[in-house]
């Protein structure tokens, strides 16, 4: 029964969304639990190990409000941490007690400072600590503090030689996991490591042509690599075509399409006017036609202009009626540069 | 914790504090030492990740002590331009994926610091947030709907005067398909609620204007009776104007 609950509440604390700003509380469990039942340090009031300190309460006041209604092994394992960190004590069990914290609420920030303050002091092994972080990863990969931790190790190592294979092992469980691009991203740059991201990302769209972050993830590659130069934005444009042709309504690749068009240096509209059209005649694809109305709009020329206000009046009247107010808009903008030609 | 502070600011505002028990000097001195030289935050001194949503905390909570001494808004401003990604939203950073929630607060910081007209491709930005809408609104392109967007992209284009622009029946379905049988709204519908995603549906909801809920000003994220509740207002600038550098 115990190892069921402990299931459950790895499942409920892997599965809970956290949205980006500014959240980063995580879940406090309702019941004890342990996770390594003979490594836990839980109950510290009877563990020789830890008769010399004396736990400090937590102190929210005289008149709390909305107190959390923490677990008994969360209590105290808090209150012998804040007992450690008032001595300042960087120590093994201070970092075997991080742990513990850690494992309670992953997003305690001062868990993993404090963390780290130990490792320094102890002249840890970081290689092994890589590996306990790799582990918990697994279960909370979309924490914060976690990540950061993860950096400052491969910082301090200067070793990337794990990372992108890591990263890529995390993406398969959740291929737009933000943090992980975000890691991957970070060791690439840091470490200037570009060869074979861009194969990288390519695979991933092979599996999923509509990973949006797989798209950013490459777009990020080139303007790092080669840049956008003709030939580049050719190339580019002829793998988004193929991708396109298979979904033609993929808002992901339209977008990139987009970003390769703005790069402004190089004419090649007449290229990406013919696709997109090509597109159109075969499928009512709405991103098509939202970027032929783009493509229009630059042409200035009132035949154009007239064009994309048809095509807006036909997406917000039937296509794309969701958005009939924004094409109603957009029709004005048109209007007015007609009016202002 | 620059995330803590600008919520136990923001809760003094809506409790009606006046703010006569802060040391607010200590707090806007603080900033400084979060501030990097990318114009980013950390969230505490003690070195710790950097990105777009404590920008929005240090432009919020300079906004509501009226102190923008804390740090340079010339380089936040800058680091939040640069965050804009090639499809229009803002990443949390420069180079990373346009998401709702960074894209709130760059674009709630922008607000507050008075450089909304920054904003390199407003078209982009303003398409790419009409684009998220689904039934509700998600957080990136082909993601699934989620009803904390409906506040983050929601406040997003009521800060860019185009909310008017979305379909706000459609997104309050799903906000309230969302909702739980014993009460509080989950992520999605048949998800378990919890607090981030009621306050957010709820929010969300308040903005569509079409049910009986109090008006939420978009740029801080909670009431506007609290947003005007101001105990420092005689500190205040320029009239109207939340510019440190007008």
Redesign the interface.
């Known amino acids: 029964r115990k190892r069921r609950r402990r299931e459950a509440q790895r499942t409920q604390r892997g599965s809970?969304?956290f949205?980006?700003?500014?959240?980063?509380v995580a879940s406090t469990p309702m019941t004890d639990f342990e996770v390594q039942e003979d490594k836990t340090m839980y109950p510290f009031s009877t563990n020789p190990e830890w008769s010399d300190i004396t736990p400090l309460k937590q102190d929210d006041g005289p008149n709390p409000v909305v107190s959390i209604l923490y677990s008994k092994r969360f209590s105290e394992s808090m209150d012998y941490f804040r007992a450690i960190l008032q001595k300042d004590e960087r120590s093994p069990r201070a970092l075997r007690l991080c742990s513990e914290i850690i494992d309670l609420n992953s997003a305690n920030?001062t868990a993993w400072?404090f963390r780290r303050a130990c490792l320094k002091e102890l002249d840890s092994n970081l290689t092994e600590e890589l590996k306990y972080v790799s582990e918990i990863t697994l279960q909370t990969p979309k924490n914060?503090q976690l990540?950061?931790h993860r950096?400052?190790l491969v910082e301090w190592l200067n070793d990337p030689s794990l990372e992108l294979e890591f990263t890529a092992k995390v993406l398969e469980s959740d291929s737009?996991n933000?943090h992980v691009?975000?890691h991957r991203?970070w060791v690439n740059q840091h470490f200037n490591l570009w060869d074979g991201e861009l194969a990288f990302t390519k695979s991933l769209l092979e599996q999923d042509l509509?990973?949006?972050?797989a798209f950013?993830h490459r777009?990020?590659v080139v303007?790092h690599t080669t840049g956008f130069t003709r030939e580049v934005i050719q190339s580019e444009s002829r793998f988004v075509f193929e991708l396109i042709t298979k979904a033609p309504n993929?808002?992901?690749a339209w977008?990139?399409l987009?970003?390769l068009f703005?790069t402004n240096e190089f004419s090649q509209h007449d290229e990406f006017q013919r696709f997109t059209e090509d597109v159109i005649s075969g499928t009512k694809s709405v991103h098509a036609y939202?970027f032929l109305v783009d493509i229009l709009m630059r042409r200035k020329q009132n035949s154009d202009l007239l064009r994309a206000v048809e095509i807006c009046k036909n997406l917000g009247s039937e296509l794309d009626e969701?958005?009939?107010?924004?094409w109603k808009?957009v029709e004005k903008?048109i209007r007015q540069q007609i009016q202002d030609e | 914790h620059i995330a803590m502070s600008y919520t136990a600011l923001s809760v003094l505002k809506i409790v009606g504090d006046d703010f006569s028990r802060l040391n607010r000097k200590s707090i806007i001195n603080a900033l400084r030492s979060l501030q990097c030289d990318n114009g980013s935050f950390m969230p505490v001194a003690t070195e710790s990740e950097n990105d777009m949503r404590f920008v929005f905390c240090a432009c919020a909570i300079s906004e509501m002590l009226h102190d923008w001494s804390g740090f340079d808004p010339k380089k936040a401003v800058e680091f939040i331009v640069e965050s804009q990604s090639y499809d229009g939203g803002f990443g949390l950073r420069r180079g990373t994926e346009g998401h709702g929630g960074s894209t709130y607060c760059a674009v709630a910081a922008l607000s507050l610091l008075g450089a909304i007209d920054s904003v390199r491709d407003r078209t982009g930005l303003i398409r790419w947030c009409i684009s998220r809408q689904g039934d509700g609104f998600s957080g990136r392109p082909n993601k699934s709907s989620d009803s904390c967007y409906s506040f983050w992209i929601g406040a997003t284009l009521k800060m860019l005067d185009a909310y008017d622009l979305t379909c706000p029946e459609r997104n309050r379905e799903f906000n309230m398909s969302c909702q739980s049988s014993f009460g509080g709204f989950g992520k999605v519908p048949e998800a378990r609620p919890d607090l981030l995603h009621s306050y957010m549906g709820l929010c969300g909801l308040s903005l569509m204007g079409l049910d009986d809920l109090q008006k939420i000003d978009p740029v801080f994220g909670f009431g506007v009776r609290a947003a005007a509740h101001d105990p420092l207002e005689h500190l205040k600038t320029t009239r109207g104007s939340k510019s440190p550098s007008s």
């Open positions: 809970l969304y949205c980006v700003p500014p959240s980063c920030y400072h914060y990540w950061f950096r400052k737009k933000y691009w975000s991203s509509r990973n949006n972050s950013n777009y990020t303007k993929n808002e992901s977008n990139y987009r970003g703005d939202s969701i958005r009939v107010k924004y808009y903008l």
